[in-house]
Nanobody
Framework: QVQLVESGGGLVQAGGSLRLSCAVS????????MGWYRQAPGKQRELVAT???????NYADSLKGRFSISRDNFKNMVYLEMNSLNVEDTAVYYC?????????????WGQGTQVTVSS
């Protein structure tokens, strides 16, 4: 059973930092790209960052320089370091494993972790 469990969200003041973690179980860490998405109230889910199995990183243009994605294949973890947070970063953040090109043929998602940035 594939499980993604996010942690590290919370309330932070504008200008602060948070580190999100995603524990991955039930699937190989090399099955495909892994990443983070977010969904703010009343908005569609959007890309934050992804990281390929080869280590290539892709970020939403608006987040480059503030957010950093990393993964630890030995610990089965994916991380998102978020700096200089602002109120527009308030959202539920979801961990993603893209297994569409595998035998699973689908994406996997965590339950999400709330990040709230206060002004």
């Amino acid at each position: 059973q594939v499980q993604l469990v996010e942690s590290g969200g919370g309330l932070v003041q504008a200008g602060g930092s948070l580190r999100l973690s995603c524990a991955v179980s039930g699937v190989s860490m090399t099955i495909g790209p892994m990443g983070w998405y977010r969904q703010a109230p009343g908005k569609q889910r959007e890309l934050v960052a992804t990281m390929s199995t080869g280590g290539n990183r892709n970020y939403a243009d608006s987040l480059k320089g503030r957010f950093s994605i990393s993964r630890d294949n030995f610990k089965n973890m994916v991380y998102l370091e978020m700096n200089s947070l602002n109120v527009e970063d308030t959202a539920v953040y979801y961990c993603n494993v893209d297994a569409r090109n595998s035998g699973y043929g689908r994406n996997f998602w965590g339950q999400g972790t709330q990040v709230t940035v206060s002004s």
